[in-house]
């Protein structure tokens, strides 16, 4: 029989040490005991399950197959409680005993939970577990006013997630500036500036000492006799290692379990890795130490002894969104050279610091992008005397290959789970790695914390032969970020207005560029439910009308499906007299254009024209031309005329990324060109034709088929869904001749009308809540948004010319 | 000497948080930029084919005019874009007295 090894634990370090065993011959039955209810999932990422970044599925490391393929007996859901050295076994809170012949203590920490007055109140929670993490999210919600005790990086990260779910967050932390383990104090400075701005509140230099209520938190007393009203209290102080089970299994224990450098404790069958470990007098609490403590406690446990762990660099990251803070090793100025950046206005701060020309510590906030440099010679300990000149800037690098190939083999790319870029490499040759997916799968790289990501990304972009990247544009110089990722960032984030997204993400300023196309994500993602900021729209969408080179402005009355009356007509000529329009034309899409209004007569034109916008100045929905169809024609086969006047009318006032243009017509002649417009409805025998992705402006581009139907609601529904697709997913000014050339019909298709029923009931569901919103923008005239949208200014003295 | 003639025109609130008005003083046509902490303000026409600048998108502390985005600073009036262009925009002094925004002309000289 083979030796019976049993783990207690089954969290990131106990199982990353189990994969590091398997690696070995085979010599052990394993089973694990884990008190959670799920399987193995990466804890750093509750972060982001909190800040709405990721789902709890996105997290998972090890799934039930992973255990069952590898024969491991997992039982989840059971507390480890008692172990008996003699006998050899451990005793389940289910009443299970299990012997074991070899015992790996894998236990992790616990929250510290400080000494505070009121603690086991209802509403006093921690951030440990997932359940915790849904418990959080469980409980916020718009009106919720969280503090949470303590300003590492634990408490700011759940700060920064509750507010996030909607809560009004803050934060008491006890030293005087935040993360004092991870920064010096004017680290701690800018890091509390830019918290502030995200609107969390920071208290410094109080400590929390009774939670109050009854029965349910209703608040806090602080150290200064002051209160502060809550309904949630999350404690974030510190973790303590769980040793309860190595003093029953009779090992060494002080703060953690005891452990030499090669990771064995006082008894020969007992072992212990992780969080619930002391050596050399440090506890770690960041995973890469975990990892390189695991690699070496499977050398040893498996007869392999010899590699030893003999400590490890401490880096960290804040994983906020928008706040870049990293600090590594020891940057105390003590016997040691610092050498400095600061820049208020943009919020960065550096720090090195040097001791004997090597590097000894790093703070970085606002800007991180070298992290990854630092974190190298920390590592080397190279002497850095030549250097000296480039300490903070880099000389910039002639190709940009370069900063990968300067690495050397052995170099860490993935300090989390210690993955080099030697590994990467040969994962890329011998395994046929070609993306980051694939390489995450062969080598683990880049699942821990992630901020090794890029890094890989350029690996696999200089070695794999056929890495194909996704061409990323970015939005601007003010917001560099690719616009589905910032699209992720403005619904996770629940950002809601164009210039609080500027501040957190970009420049604080934005351009003629960014703005509007933040404008319209806004209004989509939130399907218009935002704070609309007219200041950020181009001046057509300030005033509803298009801007003429001479300064006037056009007006183009919706005419559905290009119908119209003789009242209609006989309102329009007469506003043509009225406010001397210089010129009215029929326009290119069956509808009546008047030129050159001034901007002060905009509200009197509509009031008097009394139909409603064309929208022919935004990207919006312009219009749906029809031809005559079956009321008329001697061809018709179905009533383009009434489908287009609906069509237009379910999708009008709507914004698109694009102008959206339309047409419907009553048979394959095609009147109205359904076949060039960005939705068109082809009349048949029996059903509609429709085709998505059409152009006859700047390119000329014959639509796609979506689908083939029978009924004009089943069409009306197919555009529906393809129009509600289009909004959500085409970067800003795509038309959709470009979207559907550069996604494939195919994938519309897959994504639109053959997706899963809850897709397409998604899809509808934020159509109908953006529509229930929209409004007539020429309403507008009658009461302005501000009292000088349409007027000039009046000065209050005179000025004689 | 250069000398400014100041001239109390509008009160802060008529000009929304980043955006342009316009207003015409002694036959000029002057827009009015509301960038929050203070107003700047410029000729209205556009040196480039005479678009109206109080329409444009403010960018910081430039502005972009509406019809081909060429953008100036509004501090010194210069043309940020297009790079090649030299042509630069009169600007007027401003100060805020009681919540009006109060602008400098310069002084006509009276024989
Ligand atoms: C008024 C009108 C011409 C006319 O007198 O017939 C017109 C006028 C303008 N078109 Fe157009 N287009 C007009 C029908 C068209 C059509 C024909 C159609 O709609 O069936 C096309 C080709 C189809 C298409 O859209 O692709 C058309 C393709 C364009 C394009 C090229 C779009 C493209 O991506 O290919 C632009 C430029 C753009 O949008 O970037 C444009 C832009 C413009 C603008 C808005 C330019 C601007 O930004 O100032 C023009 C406004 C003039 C003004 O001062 O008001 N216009 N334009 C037509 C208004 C239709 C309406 O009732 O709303
Ligand atoms: C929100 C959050 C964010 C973090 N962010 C980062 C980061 O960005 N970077 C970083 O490096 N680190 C981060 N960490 C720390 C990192 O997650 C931990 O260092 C790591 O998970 C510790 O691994 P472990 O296996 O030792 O302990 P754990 O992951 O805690 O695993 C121990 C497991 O054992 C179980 N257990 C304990 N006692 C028993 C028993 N008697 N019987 C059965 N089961 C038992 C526990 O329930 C737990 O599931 C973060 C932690 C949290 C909570
Ligand atoms: S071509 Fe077809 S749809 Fe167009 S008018 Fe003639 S019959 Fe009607
Ligand atoms: S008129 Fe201003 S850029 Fe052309």
């Known amino acids: 029989m083979r030796t019976r090894l049993v783990v207690v634990g089954n969290g990131m370090a106990g199982m990353a040490c189990v994969e590091a065993i398997l690696k070995y011959a085979p010599c052990f039955d394993i089973t694990v005991f884990g008190d959670e209810t799920h399987v193995n999932y990466n804890r750093v990422m509750l972060s982001s399950v909190l800040a709405g970044e990721k789902a709890a599925d996105d997290i998972v490391i090890n799934p039930l197959e992973w255990y069952q393929q590898r024969n491991i007996q997992l039982h989840v859901g059971v507390r480890v409680v008692d172990v008996d050295p003699v006998a050899k076994t451990v005793t389940g809170n289910d009443g299970r005993v299990t012997p074991y012949d070899t015992l790996l203590l894998a236990t992790g920490s616990s929250a510290w939970m400080p000494?505070?007055?009121?603690?086991?109140?209802?509403?006093?929670?921690?951030?440990?577990?997932?359940?915790?993490?849904?418990?959080?999210?469980?409980?916020?919600?718009?009106?919720?006013?969280?503090?949470?005790?303590?300003?590492?990086?634990?408490?700011?990260?759940?700060?920064?997630?509750?507010?996030?779910?909607?809560?009004?967050?803050?934060?008491?932390?006890?030293?005087?500036?935040?993360?004092?383990?991870?920064?010096?104090?004017?680290?701690?400075?800018?890091?509390?500036?830019?918290?502030?701005?995200?609107?969390?509140?920071?208290?410094?230099?109080?400590?929390?000492?009774?939670?109050?209520?009854?029965?349910?938190?209703?608040?806090?007393?602080l150290s200064d006799d002051?209160?502060?009203?809550?309904?949630?209290?999350?404690?974030?102080?510190?973790?303590?290692?769980?040793?309860?089970?190595?003093h029953k299994a009779g090992v060494a224990v002080n703060r953690g379990v005891l452990v030499n450098d090669y990771m064995e404790t006082s008894s020969p069958d007992v072992f212990a890795v992780g969080e619930c470990v002391e050596h050399r007098g440090v506890c770690y609490g960041l995973l890469a130490p975990l990892f390189e403590q695991g690699k070496v406690l499977a050398a040893t446990i498996t007869g392999n002894k010899g590699p030893t762990y003999t400590g490890t660099v401490q880096a960290a990251k804040l994983k906020i969104m928008g706040v870049d803070v990293f600090s590594a090793g020891d940057w105390s100025e003590q016997h040691a050279e610092p050498v400095r950046y600061e820049d208020r206005a943009l919020g960065i701060y550096k720090k090195l610091?040097?001791?004997?020309?090597?590097?000894?510590?790093?703070?970085?906030?606002?800007?991180?992008?070298?992290?990854?440099?630092?974190?190298?010679?920390?590592?080397?300990?190279?002497?850095?005397?030549?250097?000296?000149?480039?300490?903070?800037?880099?000389?910039?690098?002639?190709?940009?290959?370069?900063?990968?190939?300067?690495?050397?083999?052995?170099?860490?790319?993935?300090?989390?789970?210690?993955?080099?870029?030697?590994?990467?490499?040969?994962?890329?040759?011998?395994?046929?790695?070609?993306?980051?997916?694939?390489?995450?799968?062969?080598?683990?790289?880049?699942?821990?914390?992630?901020?090794?990501?890029?890094?890989?990304?350029?690996?696999?972009?200089?070695?794999?032969?056929?890495?194909?990247?996704?061409?990323?544009?970015?939005?601007?110089?003010?917001?560099?970020?690719?616009?589905?990722?910032?699209?992720?960032?403005?619904?996770?984030?629940?950002?809601?207005?164009?210039?609080?997204?500027?501040?957190?993400?970009?420049?604080?300023?934005?351009?003629?560029?960014?703005?509007?196309?933040?404008?319209?994500?806004?209004?989509?993602?939130?399907?218009?439910?935002?704070?609309?900021?007219?200041?950020?729209?181009?001046?057509?969408?300030?005033?509803?009308?298009?801007?003429?080179?001479?300064?006037?402005?056009?007006?183009?009355?919706?005419?559905?499906?290009?119908?119209?009356?003789?009242?209609?007509?006989?309102?329009?000529?007469?506003?043509?007299?009225?406010?001397?329009?210089?010129?009215?034309?029929?326009t290119g899409s069956q509808r009546i254009d008047l030129l050159g209004v001034r901007k002060e007569d905009l509200p009197k034109v509509w009031a008097d024209l009394d139909m409603p916008s064309g929208q022919a100045y935004t990207k919006g929905v312009r219009m749906v031309k029809t031809c005559v169809g079956t009321d008329f024609c001697r061809f018709g086969t179905q009533d383009s005329t009434a489908i287009g006047i609906e069509l237009e009318r379910r999708f009008e006032q709507l914004f698109t990324p694009h102008k959206v243009k339309m047409a419907a017509v009553g048979c394959p002649r095609n009147c109205a060109e359904a076949t060039v417009k960005d939705i068109g409805l082809v009349g048949q025998e029996g059903g509609w034709q429709v085709v998505v992705g059409g152009a006859a402006g700047k390119s000329v581009r014959k639509a796609d088929l979506l689908t083939t139907v029978e009924t004009s609601e089943a069409a009306l529904e197919a555009s529906e869904l393809f129009f509600q697709y289009y909004r959500e997913s085409a970067n800003y000014l795509e038309r959709t001749y470009d979207f559907v050339e550069r996604l494939g019909i195919e994938k519309v298709r897959k994504e639109t009308v053959y997706a899963p029923d809850a897709v397409r009931q998604g899809l509808r569901d934020r159509f109908s809540r953006s529509k229930a919103r929209a409004v007539d923008p020429w309403l507008e005239g009658r009461e302005p948004k501000h009292p000088t949208q349409f007027i000039p200014i009046q000065s209050l003295e005179k000025v004689r010319a | 000497m250069n000398g400014h003639h100041w001239v109390r025109v509008t009160p802060c609130d008529s000009i929304p948080l980043r955006?342009?008005?316009?207003?015409?003083?002694?036959?000029?046509?002057?827009?009015?930029?509301?960038?929050?902490?203070?107003?700047?303000?410029?000729?209205?026409?556009?040196?480039?084919?005479?678009?109206?600048?109080?329409?444009?998108?403010?960018?910081?502390?430039?502005?972009?005019?509406?019809?081909?985005?060429?953008?100036?600073?509004?501090?010194?009036?210069?043309?940020?874009?297009?790079?090649?262009?030299?042509?630069?925009?009169?600007?007027?002094p401003t100060r805020i007295e009681d919540g009006i925004v109060v602008l400098g002309l310069p002084e006509i000289s009276t024989p």
Not at chain 1, 134 to 162: C, N
């Open chain 1, 353 to 586: 610091t040097l001791r004997d020309g090597k590097l000894a510590g790093a703070i970085l906030v606002g800007d991180i992008s070298d992290s990854h440099r630092y974190m190298e010679w920390l590592r080397t300990g190279v002497d850095l005397t030549d250097q000296r000149r480039h300490l903070l800037f880099p000389p910039p690098a002639a190709d940009v290959g370069l900063d990968v190939a300067e690495m050397a083999d052995g170099a860490t790319v993935c300090g989390c789970v210690g993955v080099t870029k030697g590994a990467i490499i040969s994962a890329i040759h011998d395994q046929g790695v070609n993306t980051l997916s694939q390489l995450k799968e062969a080598t683990r790289a880049s699942t821990g914390c992630g901020s090794c990501t890029n890094l890989c990304q350029d690996l696999l972009r200089a070695v794999a032969p056929e890495f194909e990247e996704e061409v990323k544009k970015v939005m601007c110089g003010c917001l560099p970020f690719a616009e589905d990722r910032l699209r992720d960032i403005l619904k996770s984030q629940r950002l809601k207005s164009v210039q609080e997204v500027l501040e957190i993400y970009g420049n604080g300023q934005g351009c003629e560029v960014c703005k509007p196309a933040l404008s319209y994500m806004l209004d989509m993602l939130w399907c218009g439910d935002h704070d609309e900021d007219r200041s950020a729209r181009f001046i057509n969408d300030r005033v509803h009308a298009n801007i003429q080179k001479d300064g006037t402005f056009s007006v183009i009355p919706r005419i559905r499906g290009g119908v119209t009356t003789p009242d209609e007509l006989r309102r329009i000529a007469d506003v043509a007299d009225k406010y001397h329009v210089p010129m009215v034309k029929i």
């Open chain 1, 226 to 246: 002051s209160c502060l009203e809550a309904d949630l209290v999350v404690v974030a102080a510190g973790i303590r290692p769980n040793v309860e089970l190595a």
């Open chain 2, 19 to 92: 955006e342009g008005r316009v207003v015409t003083l002694g036959g000029r046509d002057i827009a009015i930029f509301n960038l929050g902490d203070r107003f700047m303000a410029t000729d209205n026409q556009c040196p480039h084919e005479g678009g109206p600048l109080c329409d444009g998108i403010v960018a910081g502390d430039s502005v972009v005019c509406p019809l081909h985005a060429w953008k100036f600073k509004l501090e010194t009036g210069a043309v940020e874009r297009p790079a090649s262009k030299h042509e630069c925009l009169v600007t007027y």
């Open chain 1, 115 to 221: 000494r505070i007055e009121g603690l086991d109140k209802d509403g006093v929670l921690v951030f440990r577990t997932l359940d915790d993490t849904r418990e959080l999210i469980r409980r916020s919600g718009p009106a919720t006013k969280a503090v949470v005790i303590g300003g590492g990086l634990l408490g700011l990260e759940a700060a920064r997630g509750l507010q996030v779910q909607g809560c009004d967050v803050t934060v008491v932390h006890l030293m005087p500036t935040l993360m004092e383990r991870q920064l010096d104090p004017d680290g701690g400075h800018y890091l509390m500036g830019k918290m502030e701005e995200l609107g969390i509140h920071v208290l410094l230099g109080r400590t929390t000492v009774a939670v109050l209520g009854n029965g349910h938190v209703e608040g806090v007393a």
